[in-house]
C-alpha cells in the first residue's frame, strides 16, 4: 500500500491533516523548542531550514517500500499546527511499527495528544494491518508514559542505552499495543 493521496482524519476537534512547507513557522517553533525535544530523541532544531528538511522528510514516508504517515494535529479553529503524530518504520511481514508525537507545551494538558492518538492508531490498525504499534518512551517522561498507558499500551521493559541525543545515551521504555487489545478495548 502506498498512499496516493495523504490520509486526513477528523476527531471532535482536530485535524490530522499532511505537514506541509506553509507549516515551517509552526514546525520550528517545535521543534526548535530545547524543552519539547528534551524527550523526542533528536536534538533541537537550530533554525526553519531544518524545520523545513522535516516536512521534505515526513513526506518521504509516502513514497517508502513500507510507508508511514506523520499528521500534523491542527485545531479545527485555528489555522497553525500545533504538535504530530505519526507512525512509522513499518514491518509490513511483522505487521508493526512505531508511533511517535509531540505537543506544543501552550496546548499541552488539553487532551489534544489523547484525541489526535486515538484516531491515528484507530487508522493504524485499520488501514495498515497492524497487529502491534509500539512506543519507545524516555523514563523520566512522565507525561508521555501516562499517555501511552491511558491508550492501553503495555510496559514491556527497558532498552538500556536505546537512544543517543544531546551528546549523551538514553535508556527507553518499550511499550507495546497488540489489535486484538484495541478491539477489546473499543467494544
Not at 12 to 32: K, N, Q, S
Not at 50 to 79: E, H, M, T
Not at 84 to 110: D, M
Request: charged share 20%.
Amino acid at each position: 500500500m502506498k498512499f496516493a493521496d495523504f490520509p486526513v482524519i477528523e476527531t471532535e476537534r482536530l485535524l490530522l491533516r499532511e505537514i506541509v512547507h506553509a507549516d515551517v513557522p509552526a514546525l520550528f517553533a517545535i521543534h526548535g523548542d530545547p524543552e519539547t525535544m528534551k524527550w523526542f530523541g533528536v536534538d533541537p532544531l537550530v533554525d526553519e531550514a531544518g524545520a523545513a528538511k522535516l516536512v521534505d522528510l515526513f513526506a518521504s514516508y509516502r513514497s517508502q517500500p513500507n510507508p508511514g504517515a506523520r499528521w500534523g494535529i491542527q485545531v479545527k479553529d485555528q489555522d497553525s499546527l500545533v504538535g504530530s503524530c505519526g507512525l512509522f518504520a513499518w514491518n509490513r511481514g511483522w505487521c508493526k511499527c512505531t508511533i511517535g508525537y509531540e505537543l506544543h507545551p501552550k496546548v499541552q494538558g488539553q487532551g489534544y495528544m489523547q484525541e489526535a492518538l486515538l484516531a491515528c492508531i484507530d487508522w493504524g490498525f485499520q488501514n495498515m494491518e497492524l497487529n502491534r504499534i509500539e512506543a519507545q518512551v524516555h523514563p523520566s517522561n512522565v507525561a508521555s508514559i501516562s499517555t501511552v498507558e491511558r491508550l492501553g499500551f503495555t510496559r514491556e521493559g527497558l532498552s538500556r542505552q536505546l537512544g543517543f541525543w544531546r551528546g549523551q545515551f538514553h535508556d527507553m521504555l518499550q511499550y507495546a499495543l497488540l489489535s486484538q487489545d484495541w478491539r477489546q478495548a473499543e467494544a
